[in-house]
């Protein structure tokens, strides 16, 4: 199979769908791999580290769409992107449908077969090519979370782990999977005083152990997250429903009782947010206030480290990428459910449940597709 993979394009993203590592395995398991000229600059791979792994380096992005069955990326195609997907291809990407009605009627009409990282599934319902990018991205929430409290930020001017004889900062995280976790293991670590919201008891009593006295955990509900908000410096939005819109937990009325220059990172901003008040910036502005609470809402947070990311990111796809390419889409969906459960369109067609729903399609299963 030929796979081709392009520089992204959305604002400040720096990832790559192939490292030239991942180029170098397609190529030595029989199959051709395009590159567009400069594609992997942001991650420091030169056109000359992808042509020593085996690959062809393409002048521009239209020669690689144009002639790849398989395109690997990061991101979801912007419009440009989209126009030249053809039907009968193969998307490989994060996709987040749910929250985008123009991007999900733009793959629809051509006819691709778009399959989004963040609905493949693992054992036990996990989602294995999310994982990676939860992990960076609640991570970095805490890092951006600090910097956006600093005065000079419009924050309220409070260091997360304080100093001896003054308290540390209040960081109230609303999630406690993957990206909740990782945000809590940086704020402990810097000293913060950090509670954690979640609606199940499991996950609940699992934070219990693993951090002790070092963090709280509280029942997500709306009494339990409006008294929290209230005494919060930071507050970080780490929800997640596969594949739909992220709930809306914080409402504009809510924000009357935070402290000016309190900050919210909303995390799940890729589903459309989980505060009311949020809607996507980018890592060239990212923050706006709204009621005197800032509001740190980057949809692409893990491509400001784009070398971890898109390294952590290959570790995951690659396998799922060697199967496709080597079986053709539909037999190795057929082997692999957990792969089939990725497929979100195909030939015009909503294969995603909660997308389908949430966005008016008629839905059709995959393994109706499949045959």
């Given amino acids: ?69 398989m395109i690997v990326k990061v991101k979801e195609p912007q419009p440009v992107e989209c126009a030249m997907l053809r039907r009968g291809q193969i998307l490989y990407t994060y996709l987040h449908l749910a929250p985008d009605p123009e991007q999900t009627a733009a793959l629809v009409k051509s006819g691709v077969t778009a399959i989004a990282y963040e609905t493949v599934t693992g054992p036990g319902g996990s989602l294995p090519l999310l994982k990676p990018m939860s992990q960076v991205a609640g991570r970095m929430s805490i890092q951006a979370g600090a910097t956006a409290l600093e005065k000079a930020h419009g924050g309220r001017g409070v260091l997360l782990g304080g100093v001896p004889g003054v308290l540390p900062g209040r960081v109230l995280v609303i999630g406690g999977g993957v990206v909740g976790f990782n945000a809590a293991q940086m704020a402990v670590g810097l000293g913060a005083d950090v509670t954690i919201l979640d609606r199940d008891p499991e996950v609940l009593e699992r934070l219990g152990t693993h951090f002790e006295s070092r963090a709280k955990t509280r029942f997500s509900n709306r009494a339990n997250i409006q008294q929290m908000i209230c005494e919060a410096e930071l507050v970080i939005g780490a929800v997640l429903v596969p594949g739909a819109a992220a709930p809306k937990l914080v409402t504009r009325d809510m924000l009357k009782c935070m402290k000016p220059g309190a900050v919210l990172v909303d995390v799940a901003i890729d589903q459309g947010g989980c505060f009311e008040t949020s809607h996507a910036t980018t890592h060239q502005d990212p923050t706006y206030i709204v009621d005197g609470v800032v509001h740190y809402c980057v949809a692409n947070m893990p491509g400001a480290v784009a070398r971890t990311s898109t390294y952590a990111l290959n570790n995951v796809t690659l396998p799922h990428a060697l199967k496709i390419a080597e079986l053709g889409w539909r037999e190795a969906m057929r082997r692999n459910p957990h792969l089939a459960a990725g497929l979100n369109v195909h030939d015009g067609k909503l294969t995603y449940q909660a997308v389908a729903e949430e966005l008016g399609y008629a839905f059709v299963p995959v393994a109706e597709v499949l045959g």
């Fill in 1 to 69: 199979m030929r796979v081709g993979t392009v520089g992204e394009i959305k604002n400040h993203e720096y990832r790559v769908g192939l490292t030239p590592e991942s180029a170098r395995e397609l190529v030595v398991n029989g199959h051709e791999v395009w590159v567009e000229t400069g594609a992997g600059l942001g991650i420091g791979a030169s056109d000359e580290d992808y042509v020593a792994a085996g690959a062809v380096i393409q002048p521009d992005a239209r020669t690689v769409f144009d002639g790849a069955e």
